[in-house]
């Protein structure tokens, strides 16, 4: 279509592809051009990464206008994932790997405030944040960098090096069967994103590879 970029396609389905974040930048990332319909009392988030980087990483990067750290999936060293909800976080211990495929999936819930974990399908103990919030709706959705403000705000030092795939979010929680269902592409609910109808916009150096 005349005026599009290349780099924009409508919903496409990304199944056999990863993203490749070929090199530590300020700026390149994937913009995630979709956001919840209201506010969440739930979500879930879900993706494949593969990465030989030992520093801090972000995964995923939702910011709203109020907080930067709205919701943050974020890996501080091997063997520890963060979740970040509302600028507030907390830690899950898991396996020490490098060059290792992992998945992972986090879910909250704000009745209770209850993270459920899951590493590579395996549930880990679950976790309290964050009880009573309601997570903004009107978002900067970022894989591959941490936005310290509202879409930007970037650091080359938690900038993603490393290939990304098969990512999912719902309104909702999830159970460790969907999970499951997730990480093979085949969701038992509908995402408000997801790999077979994914909405982005590459920014800078990322490259989307079979």
């Keep these: 279509q005349p005026g599009e970029t290349t780099s924009f396609s409508p919903l496409p389905d990304l199944l ?119 997570v903004g709706v009107e978002a900067s959705i970022v894989l591959g960098q941490e936005q310290d403000a509202f879409g930007g705000g970037f650091d080359a030092q938690q900038s993603f090096v490393g290939e990304m795939s098969v990512v999912y979010m719902w309104d909702a929680g999830i159970s460790t069967s969907g999970v499951m269902e997730a990480m093979n592409n085949r969701p038992d609910k509908a995402p408000i994103f997801g790999w077979r109808n994914f909405p982005y916009q590459i920014v800078g150096e990322v490259y989307l590879k079979p």
């Design 16 to 134: 056999y592809n990863v993203f490749v974040f070929p090199q530590e930048t300020k700026d390149s990332h994937v913009l995630v051009r979709a956001k919840p319909e209201q506010p969440l009392q739930n979500f879930t988030v879900c993706l494949w990464s593969y990465t030989d980087l030992t520093r801090p990483y972000s995964l995923f990067s939702y910011a709203t206008k109020a907080q930067d750290n709205e919701i943050l999936l974020l890996k501080p060293k091997p063997g520890e994932y963060r979740l970040y909800v509302g600028g507030k976080f907390v830690s899950f211990s898991v396996p020490k790997s490098i060059a290792m495929s992992e998945h992972v999936c986090a879910s909250w819930e704000s009745t209770t405030g209850i993270v459920g974990f899951w590493f590579n399908g395996k549930p880990w103990p679950r976790k309290g944040l964050q009880k009573g919030y309601t």
